[in-house]
């Protein structure tokens, strides 16, 4: 029986772009839908009724839901190449916990910067900065947050890459001038065929984010 | 003669020595092992955060120590382990640290698979508990938080929040056990997924005490009730109940403070 995988995703979003990553990763062939978030297919509510969000995997017809959950059942399925997480325990915890990091401290804290003002925008910027400097010291000198391989934890991060330009706008910071090794990071990520096909060009993004900000805070 | 003997007494204390020194570094091997393999938990009674990885070394049967973190005044071993959150539960197992409580049952179970396994072998399996537990922790427990924390509209609010996300937990249980609640569990079937359940809502009559009002109950959630009634009976479990009174103080406490500010 051939493999059926059907991806409901959205081109902007940093989740699936995580998804995509993996897939192409593991060289896996699926179909990508384009999900319109403000006129939701009924596939996507049928398969995401809990949360009606994407990325969504569909596999052989059952659904998985949540960005790293969906990558580490692509990791488990498909272990035949290209492991992403490393094998041994105390390693795995390290690369769940900062993909955790990932998702609660850079998503939450970034997207302040488009849909508050003030003095919630201005925390949320100093925020960010601590937030990418504990990822700095992190990184330290390896060449990915996995070591001497491209695992996990780059994949949960590499995404906001094709962000960081909408970040840098709106927060009125340079991401080169003051992080230096993740800009140096994010560009070796980059010249992987798995990356570079996946991320959206930054202009884009950032207008995408413009009209965000707009309709969060009607300017 | 004297000579001789004096000969022989040296060299029966070298070989004393000798025998000393090679004990000294059994001994201290011995103790390396045993810190190898040595597992602690940094906790606080309260966090239910805590109590998901003390049911789990316990289900394992994993001997470990415990100790009890002051949050208001956090010891320098805490934050030495946990310098990015600064929280409990932190697990040390050779020396080395492991914080979010995920992070940790999964780690508890790739690294002990002597015991009960926490989460099924099948990924897709796998993926089912991993999405559940994290909507019990962020959809359901994180709301009763904050319908603690909150009164008037706002309150109202998240306590709608709280009964229409209980309901899809409700429905999910059906497919979780077809044929039903069984009546008595053991530890042995005890998953992650049970795990979460009990450490989040297994104490809901206080938590309905404090509220003023049930959340869980055999008309609205029957299965959930019928769940945690039978989980709240295992032993390991039951040993691990809060103190009653200690518990509602401390949860009308943190209703106080937070109304307050």
């Known amino acids: 029986m051939a493999e059926e995988v059907v991806l409901l995703d959205f081109w902007a979003s940093m989740f699936g772009m995580r998804v995509r990553i993996a897939l192409a990763e593991k060289g896996i062939k699926y179909e990508y839908r384009e999900e319109d978030l403000r006129n939701k297919s009924d596939l996507l509510l049928q398969m995401n009724p809990v949360h009606k969000k994407i990325p969504v995997l569909i596999h052989n017809g059952k659904p998985i839901c949540e960005s790293l959950i969906i990558v580490q059942y692509i990791d488990e399925v498909w272990n035949d190449k290209s492991p992403l997480l490393p094998s041994d325990p105390y390693k795995r915890a390290q690369a769940r916990f900062w993909a955790d990091f990932i998702d609660k401290k850079v998503y939450d804290t970034g997207r302040k910067l488009w849909t508050t003002k003030g003095e919630e925008n201005e925390t949320a910027k100093k925020e960010l900065v601590e937030i990418f400097k504990t990822l700095e010291e992190e990184l330290g000198e390896k060449p990915y947050f996995g070591g001497e391989t491209f695992g996990f934890m780059d994949v949960a991060f590499v995404t906001f890459y094709s962000w960081f330009y909408a970040f840098e706008t709106f927060g009125e910071f340079s991401m080169e001038a003051e992080h230096p090794k993740i800009i140096a990071w994010a560009k070796r990520c980059m010249q992987k065929e798995s990356v570079a096909k996946t991320l959206p060009d930054r202009q884009k993004v950032y207008e995408f984010a413009l009209d965000l900000r707009k309709r969060n805070l009607g300017e | ?261």
């Not at chain 2, 004096?6 to 020595?17: C, E, G, P, S």
């Not at chain 2, 805490?78 to 050779?94: E, F, G, T």
């Not at chain 2, 709608?160 to 039903?180: C, S, Y």
């Not at chain 2, 053991?186 to 998953?191: D, K, R, S």
Request: hydrophobic residues 40%.
């Open chain 2, 1 to 261: 003669m004297v000579e001789v003997y004096q000969q022989v007494l040296y060299i029966k204390l070298d070989q004393v020595a000798l025998d000393f020194s090679i004990q000294e570094k059994e001994l201290s091997k011995k103790r390396e092992m045993a810190e190898e393999n040595k597992v602690t938990l940094h906790g606080l009674w309260l966090s239910s955060y805590v109590k998901r990885v003390e049911l789990a070394l316990k289900i394992k049967g994993i001997p470990y120590e415990y100790v009890e973190e002051d949050m208001k005044n956090k010891s320098p071993q805490l934050l030495k382990y946990n310098p990015v959150h600064k929280m409990v539960p932190i697990l040390v197992h050779n020396g080395k640290p492991i914080v979010e409580s995920s992070v940790i049952l999964e780690y508890i179970d790739e690294t002990w698979k002597n015991g009960p396994p926490l989460l099924p072998r099948d990924p897709y399996e796998r993926a089912q508990v991993r999405f559940w537990a994290s909507f019990v922790q962020k959809q359901l427990f994180e709301t009763m938080i904050s319908v603690l924390k909150s009164e008037g509209e706002a309150q109202q609010k998240v306590i709608k929040e709280l009964l229409d996300k209980l309901k899809v937990l409700e429905e999910e249980i059906k497919k979780i056990f077809p044929e039903g609640i069984p009546t008595s569990m053991n530890h042995e079937t005890v998953g992650l997924l049970d795990i979460m359940v009990v450490t989040c809502f297994g104490p809901h009559e206080v938590q309905e005490e404090v509220l003023g009002f049930k959340f869980i109950d055999t008309e609205k959630t029957p299965l959930l009730f019928s769940w945690l009634k039978a989980l709240n009976e295992i032993p390991v479990v039951k040993e691990a109940t809060y103190p009653r009174e200690k518990l509602v103080e401390a949860l009308k406490y943190i209703r106080q403070v937070s109304l307050n500010k």
